[in-house]
């Protein structure tokens, strides 16, 4: 992550530490769960591959559709969304990301929410990302801080309840963002991404500066399209495509996902919809169906990809070009770094699924926020054979692939110090 020059002043920051929630009442399993057991054993030729399900012996039995997403979407947690059984059911049908903002949900309400989603998402194998901002709008007045008292008690929960990124407004010069980052490295927690929020687009130099300084952008407002103009959305998106950073879009069922699927993002975030509306599961599952409509309509390649000058960009984009030319179901990434998994969505690949193998649960859960990526949980072992063996193995019996389908495999160098990608095409065995 980027780490910027800026500095904040120590002694706010302390103050903002002591006069925030304690982590005394949060048990660490919440922050933190156990990620899947998966034990791989070597045996020389014959290799033994054995996968204990945590709950559940069964496979996972998502709906192929829902994968076939590649747009992810943000619910928003509120008194809606309270009931840990309609939390289960929207992460079914296809949530990627809950949002928490303090605006919405108690304390007390987010922190069982986060409980519940964590607990649900081991259930289930499937990482689950968490976002919170703060409960203070973009609007402030000249000589406002960047950040106030209130911001910093949000962060801190946030921080708190081991979200895996923060947000913040950006304004119309990113100071806050820099701030947040300098904050979160004196707590030694460089691993939570920042986010910034733009409500509209500042001037082309600046917007470039907060796009460097963040992981990501949030295009605020209910509706993108009239909210900012759909040129600037576009310009927004695919700046952070080529800066490789994820995008995200405030939308809704009243919004006009045309203009917002145009500029590629790699995320839509509802609102009210999940938070206070009478139906959270109605309306994912009608958002996800409006995206996939959307998205079959357009496989255009992203008109400002990433550049691909080093080598294992260049095998990245041969590896997703050949996808497409020989009609792959998938492009498997097994990866320590996600570096290859993130190389991959900026190229917005087309039409093949993606799936990214990785041993680091924090890892998986930051990634579920990029386009087409869906991470899964995998200890590796110190043989690359075995690792894939055991990747092929949970693919089939989740029933994600048939044993046949044609795939992509990118593989990073075992050594973590090494940078090398391979690429293999093979049939699923």
Sequence with gaps: MNQPNATVEPRSAVRTLANSHSTATIPGAWQTPSPIRT????????????????????????????????????????????????????????????????????????????YAIRSTSTELQRPVSLLLDTRVGCARVSDAPALTEEDWADLRFGLECGVDWLAVSAGRDGQAVRELRTFLAEQKKNTIGVLACIERPPAQAALDQIIQDADGIILTGENPASACPGAENFLVVQKCVSARKPAILAAGLTADLSAAMSAQPDALLLTEETSVGPSPLQSVQAFDRLIREEESKDLREPANPAAVATEPDQSVAAAVRQAGETQAEAVVIITRSGQSAIACAALRPQPARVFVFTPDARLARRLRLRYALEPIVLPFNSAGKTTITAAEKILRERKLLARGAKIILLTDSPDPEQSAVTTQQRELT
């Design 39 to 114: 034990e791989v054993t070597d045996e020389l030729e014959n290799t033994k591959t054995t996968t204990t399900l945590l709950f559940n012996d069964q496979p996972d039995q998502t709906a192929l559709s829902t994968l076939s997403r590649k747009t992810k979407i943000i619910a928003t947690l509120g008194p809606a969304t309270e009931n840990s059984d309609v939390l289960r059911s929207v992460l079914e049908a296809g949530v990627s990301v809950f949002r928490v903002n303090l605006a919405c949900i108690t304390r007390e309400a987010a922190l069982k929410a986060v």
